[in-house]
């Protein structure tokens, strides 16, 4: 079974709108990590967030976690066309397991 | 600019064939990984390995081998490749126990086995 599982599957939103992306896994983790893959191409990494820490910030973006519910969340402000993509979180406990994403389009 | 490189970016080969996927890293990482992606199944580990000349299985080694004789290069070697292998192969690389950084990923090389 996979350890970082994403939510919603697939996301639509207007561009300047927020989009948010959920994450839960099953295991304690030594720290979670958020990636974003463009099509047919290699997987990016985003933010990485500890497993004491609760909420973390890059630019536009900000990871939560709840270590309590095993859940995470990362929330794109503003969001642009150039962030349509699909992300991933991955559940660390020495190695990562990642889920199958969640595909965020971002309408023009 | 930090690197993982994967030799092909596509590639075809016939069923029965030996298939070799090449990645080298050139950030001095100590960890390397391989994965592959298919849809509705995430990214699954194959191999892994934390120092030359070691190995160790992830989650979906059957039908794979590894090698890693220099720091900066690990292999992934189909030993009679199959049509159920058809994917997309990712490389990723790591610093350190890979606890508090992030994986590098190469570009990927999407085989497909006819």
């Known amino acids: 079974s996979q350890q970082g599982e994403e939510d919603p599957q697939a996301l639509s939103i207007q561009e300047g709108e927020n989009a948010t992306m959920n994450c839960s896994y099953k295991?304690?983790?030594?720290?979670l990590q958020w990636y974003r893959q463009n099509s047919g191409r290699g997987l990016v990494h985003l933010i990485l967030i500890r497993s004491n820490e609760r909420e973390k910030h890059s630019g536009r973006l900000r990871v939560t976690l709840d270590t309590s519910k095993k859940s995470s969340s990362l929330l794109i402000t503003a969001s642009r066309a150039a962030d349509t993509a699909s992300y991933f979180c991955a559940a660390v406990i020495g190695k990562s397991t990642f889920g199958d994403g969640t595909t965020l389009t971002v309408k023009p | 600019d930090v690197k993982v490189t994967q030799s092909s970016r596509y590639l075809v080969k016939r069923t029965g064939e030996k298939v070799f996927l090449e990645c080298v890293q050139d950030m001095d990482h100590e960890n390397m990984f391989w994965y592959r992606q298919d849809p509705g199944l995430g990214l699954r580990l194959i191999y892994f390995?934390?120092?030359?000349?070691?190995?160790e299985k992830g989650d979906i080694p059957e039908g794979y081998s590894v090698s890693r004789e220099k720091k900066e290069r690990f292999s992934l070697i189909l030993e009679s490749a199959s049509t159920n292998q058809t994917s997309m192969y990712l490389c990723a690389s790591s610093s350190g126990s890979g606890v508090y950084y992030g994986y590098t990923f190469g570009s990927g090389t999407r085989l497909t086995v006819v």
């Open positions: 295991t304690s983790i030594n720290n």
């Open positions: 390995s934390y120092d030359v000349k070691m190995k």
